[in-house]
């Protein structure tokens, strides 16, 4: 059974913080490009960041310069965000998607609740 399990999300002032973790498991980890995306009320779910399992990563430019995205051999993927902006709550997601040979599978967390105010 293929799980995704966020972690790291809260309330943090503008200018702050925060690291959100991503543990994965029933995945074969290599194979997967690791992304984390975000969605806000009415709004559609975008990309933030992404990672390949050979460290190529790929940002939003809204982002870039202070998010960091990463992982490791524990199967975990980070995304570090500094210098943060006020924003309302949104929902960051934990993505996997299969870039091996055969069929294509993409999978999703449930996500992690961000909030950027003071």
């Known amino acids: 059974q293929v799980q995704l399990v966020e972690s790291g999300g809260g309330l943090v002032q503008p200018g702050g913080s925060l690291r959100l973790s991503c543990t994965a498991s029933?995945?074969?980890?290599?194979?997967?490009?690791m992304g984390w995306y975000r969605q806000a009320p009415g709004n559609q779910r975008e990309l933030v960041a992404d990672i390949t399992s050979g460290g190529r990563t790929n940002y939003v430019d809204s982002v870039k310069g202070r998010f960091t995205v990463s992982r490791d051999n524990a199967k975990i993927t980070y995304l570090q965000m500094n210098m943060l902006k006020p924003e309302g709550p949104a929902v960051y997601y934990c993505?996997?998607?299969?870039?091996?040979?055969?069929?294509?599978?993409?999978?999703w967390g449930q996500g992690t609740q961000v909030t950027v105010s003071s």
């Open positions: 029933g995945i074969s980890f290599m194979w997967y490009k």
């Open positions: 993505n996997a998607q299969y870039v091996g040979l055969g069929p294509y599978k993409e999978y």
